[in-house]
Nanobody
Framework: QVQLVESGGGLVQPGGSLRLSCAAS????????MGWYRQAPGKQRELVAA???????NYADSVKGRFTISRDNAKNTVYLQMNSLKPEDTAVYYC?????????WGQGTQVTVSS
């Protein structure tokens, strides 16, 4: 059974940076395209960034130029570097497979951007 554990969230001022990590266990991690998703209060979960096994990336328009997804297959870990954070980036961030079916969702990590 695959477990996803997200970490690295916190409270940051507008314009600040955070680096999120997601550790995956129990899967053939390197073969899967992985994504970072977020869910803000009252909104649906949305994809913000994805990376294929071949390291092709895709970003939501709202985060292009500010967020960078990366992965370390040896560590079964995917990262999300978030720069120039805005209040509208406030959400719980999750990682999961890019393609369905998804793994079970982890607990996520809260990112709050506020002065």
């Amino acid at each position: 059974q695959v477990q996803l554990v997200e970490s690295g969230g916190g409270l940051v001022q507008p314009g600040g940076s955070l680096r999120l990590s997601c550790a995956a266990s129990g899967s053939i991690f390197s073969a899967n395209a992985m994504g970072w998703y977020r869910q803000a209060p009252g909104k649906q979960r949305e994809l913000v960034a994805a990376m294929t096994s071949g390291r092709t990336t895709n970003y939501a328009d709202s985060v292009k130029g500010r967020f960078t997804i990366s992965r370390d297959n040896a560590k079964n870990t995917v990262y999300l570097q978030m720069n120039s954070l805005k209040p509208e980036d406030t959400a719980v961030y999750y990682c999961n497979k890019y393609f369905l079916p998804h793994y079970g969702w982890g607990q996520g990590t809260q990112v709050t951007v506020s002065s």
